[in-house]
Every structure is written in C-alpha cells, then in structure tokens.
C-alpha cells in the first residue's frame, strides 16, 4: 500500500505561481509512476501531468504544457507540481496518483493510489 499526502495549495491571483508537493510512503517510491490530476467543481477529474513509468521521460495535458513542470526527488519520496502563469480556469482540487502497472498515463482508471486533494484557487 501507498500513501499519499498533497500540500502547497493555495489562493493566487493570475499570472502567479505555486508549488505543490505529494510525499509518498509505504512503498519504494522508485517503483511507481507517479501523476497529478485536477477536478474543477460540476467537471470530471482530468489529467494534468505524469512521468513515464521509467520517470524519465514527462507528459503534460495541452492545457498546462509550458506553464507546469512535474518534478521528483526519489531521496525525499515527493513528487512536485511546480505551476506558474496560473489562470482562473487552473482552479481546482489537485490530486498526486500514483500507478504500479503499465496503464494509460492520463486516465485517473489507470491509477491505484491517490492523495486526498489540495485546493488551488486562481483569482482573475
């Protein structure tokens, strides 16, 4: 079992930045591939950024590509939502996933563990 515990959310008005963090336990943080989603009220739960399984390589969601940057640091067991540029429509609950198995990066079915959500909130 993994646990997952998000931090770092917070208000900010438009064109800031912040940083969100997830520290993992319970298992070698080497083995999982770890993603953030978001969910905006009344909206699904949707993909923002992930590493590959080998996390080296990055994906991001069209709408965060060059705005956001998913980083990791396997020493401390945390993965890093570094998010800069921040619009009104980036407000949502951040999620940190993490998935053990070869599955799809960017749908939340391919994931086994999940935090319990951070609140970011973008004023215009």
């Known amino acids: 079992q993994v646990q997952l515990v998000e931090s770092g959310g917070g208000l900010v008005q438009a064109g800031g930045s912040l940083r969100l963090s997830c520290a993992a336990s319970g298992r070698p943080f080497s083995s999982i591939a770890m993603g953030w989603f978001r969910q905006a009220p009344g909206k699904e739960r949707e993909f923002v950024a992930a590493?590959?399984?080998?996390?080296?390589?990055?994906y991001y969601a069209d709408s965060v590509k060059g705005r956001f940057t998913i980083s990791r640091d396997n020493a401390k067991n945390t993965v890093y939502l570094q998010m800069s540029s921040l619009k009104p429509e980036d407000t949502a609950v951040y999620y940190c996933?993490?998935?053990?198995?070869?599955?799809?990066?960017?749908?939340?079915?391919?994931?086994?563990?999940w935090g319990q959500g951070t609140q970011v909130t973008v004023s215009s």
């Open positions: 996933a993490g998935r053990s198995k070869a599955t799809y990066y960017a749908t939340p079915s391919g994931y086994d563990y």
């Open positions: 590493f590959t399984r080998s996390g080296v390589s990055t």
